[in-house]
């Protein structure tokens, strides 16, 4: 079966329609199609769904968890006065240091450019009995008040001491000679080159160009868009589509962050995996799973999570609903093909929002 212009004009707009009769009649125009006409009817679906979706990789989170700039350097004064501005490193002065300012562990990590995953793997290598999590790296930075360090915690401050002792000493985590002509060491910066040496001559002061360079090699908010990636896709999309149903007092119930969260909605609802809000949270009637995509494999893994949660939301008999939205959906416009397939055209985005509410089934919701 051919396309029609009728067809070629329902597909390259249907992206921004409100109406999900006007959706579900573009899904099943694809469905028909085979052959060329199927590859440019979906061409034409994936285009238009795409033109809805916008980049956030401008977008830097923040967070009640995350430093500020002045309690940053704060905990880096903190660092430098119990090491007498890095020159004397020891075990008993990063200890004291840790023990009476938790917070300095920010910059000292910063130091090694590691992040809490990484530095809890490696103290793996130097405590392999009694490794550091990344949990508990997290939670002892962010809430543990100074001078209120407990007998666990110290024993996790000598883990973390030892480790990054041993990283700067460069007797972990060296980089194979058989690999050095292609890669180099974290460590081979200017900052730490030659050790605790260089650090002492940095922290004196660096000029601008080796702040660029920095930039250059891992980018100036690399640690802090790795570190709350989770933050981005919590407010970006799902604190809209909260604010949203607020607003019109539909009833939600909304999963929590991380995967422990949505495991929960899973156990209560019988519904796996489980997604990020399910309508009404009393007799459900419909679902909405919500991604951010800023690269392509990033959107490839996350339509697939869309659509697992989508088939098993209308095995339960429940209406699936998705919100994307990123600059990965353009790299991958194959996957959001799917996932528009997989929600029969209920798929959003930020600047589409609104039209959640021309679904009858979330209309129906809306108090007289």
Not at 119 to 140: G, I, Q, V
Not at 152 to 158: C, D, I, T
Not at 262 to 269: C, E, L, N, P, R
């Amino acid at each position: 079966m051919s396309l029609t212009e009728s067809d070629r004009e329902l597909l390259s707009g249907v992206g921004t329609i409100a109406s999900p009769t006007a959706r579900r009649q573009a899904v099943v125009v694809l469905q028909r199609q085979t052959g060329p006409a199927k590859t440019e009817a979906s061409e034409l679906l994936g285009q238009s769904f795409v033109t809805a979706t916008q980049p956030s990789f401008h977008f830097i989170p923040q967070d009640d968890a995350m430093a500020t700039e002045t309690a940053f350097n704060a905990a880096y004064q903190k660092l430098a006065e119990y090491t007498s501005d890095f020159t004397d490193i020891s075990e008993a002065s990063l200890i004291a240091a840790l023990i009476n300012a938790p917070e300095a562990l920010a910059p000292l990590r910063m130091i090694l450019g590691y992040t809490y995953k990484e530095l809890a793997w490696a103290t793996r290598l130097t405590h392999p009995d009694n490794p550091a999590s990344e949990s508990r790296l997290k939670n002892f930075e962010r809430d543990t008040a100074p001078g209120s360090v407990m007998e666990k915690q110290a024993e996790l401050v000598r883990t973390v001491v030892d480790t990054v002792i041993a990283i700067m000493n460069r007797t972990i985590l060296q980089v194979p000679e058989s690999a050095q002509s292609l890669f180099h060491s974290k460590l081979d910066k200017r900052d730490t080159v030659d050790g605790w040496s260089t650090v002492a001559d940095s922290a004196g002061g660096v000029p601008y160009s080796a702040l660029l360079y920095q930039r250059y090699v891992g980018g100036v908010w690399r640690q802090v868009q790795d570190a709350y990636s989770e933050v981005k896709g919590d407010n970006l999309l799902e604190q809209p589509i909260a604010d949203l149903f607020d607003a019109h007092t539909i009833p939600y119930y909304r999963s929590g962050s991380g995967a422990s969260s949505a495991s929960q909605t899973s156990y209560i609802f019988g519904l796996s995996p489980g997604p990020d809000f399910i309508l009404p949270e009393k007799s459900p009637t419909v679902i909405i799973e919500s991604k951010i995509a800023e690269d392509g494999g990033t959107a490839r893994d996350k339509a697939a999570r869309i659509i697992n949660t989508a088939y098993a939301a209308k095995r339960l008999g429940l209406l699936p609903c998705a919100v994307v939205d990123g600059r990965g959906w353009s790299e991958r416009p194959t996957a959001l093909v799917d996932v528009v397939m997989a929600t029969d055209g209920r798929t959003y985005s930020l600047s589409t929002l609104r039209h959640l509410l021309d679904i009858p089934e979330i209309i129906d919701l809306i108090p007289n």
